[in-house]
Structure formats: C-alpha cells, structure tokens
C-alpha cells in the first residue's frame, strides 16, 4: 500500500512495518472470511467464528479475517528472518475503533497460545490507510541467531 520496508533488522532486533490485511492480488483490505485460507477459516470456527450465519458473520468477519491475516503476516515475515512468533516480544496494535480489540485478542490467542509478547493498543479511528482497515498492528522480533 506504500513504499516502505516491510521489516528490518538491526542487531539482533527485526522491526516489521504496521501490517494491515491487504489481499495482494487485488490489492484491498479484506472484509470476509471466504477471503482466507481454508486453514485459516478451520481455525476460527474452533474459536466460535465462521459460523454461516450471516446474521452473525457480517459483523464479526471484517474485524476477525483482518486480525488473522495480520497476524499470519507477521508470522511470515518472522520466518523469512529465521525466527517464529514466539519470538516477538512487542506488539504495537492500533485499532479503528477499541470494539475490534475483542475479535482481535480471541484470534491471537491461536498464534499465541501462552502468554502474549508485551502489547500496546491504541484505537486511531482516523489514522489506518484506508476506510476498510481495521487493525493494523507492527511487530518487535528477537532473533536469536
């Protein structure tokens, strides 16, 4: 969405650049749950997402979908960099609006099953790129090589 690193490295540290739930193939934010990967949609019905509903699913997708391809993200890039997300120790997490924080905090417990890294959330309802972003959270990495 702009022209800036992704992550970089200093020392023994990887900063990742905010990540927002951007489809690269169309280049948009992703608002549905039929937008990720069957894996993906697997693990969120185990957390009570996904349910078919549309009564449902319309409110909670946008948010729920973003907060997983987010994370996922910045799970790839980790690796790219030899480390697992277990290794990040902060989390910076900026919010549209502070509502979308629940969705967010029950999908990262599945990249996270222990103890979160140290996290800071902020709701900067007119600061993401973009009116369908919802969440854009930049990451701390301890590379242990």
Known sequence: MANYAAARRAGDFLFVSGVVAVDPARGAIVASYEELPAQARE??????????????????????????????????????????????????????ELRHYAFYNRVRSLFYPGEPPASTVLEVNRFLPGDAALIEVEATIHLRR
């Open 43 to 96: 693990q969120l019905r185990a957390l009570g997402y996904d349910t078919g509903q549309m009564s449902v699913d319309v409110h909670e997708a946008p948010a729920v979908a973003q907060s997983w391809l987010v994370l996922d993200r910045i799970r790839q890039i980790a690796r790219e960099h030899g480390a697992e997300m277990a290794d990040a120790i902060k989390l910076v997490q900026y919010f549209r």
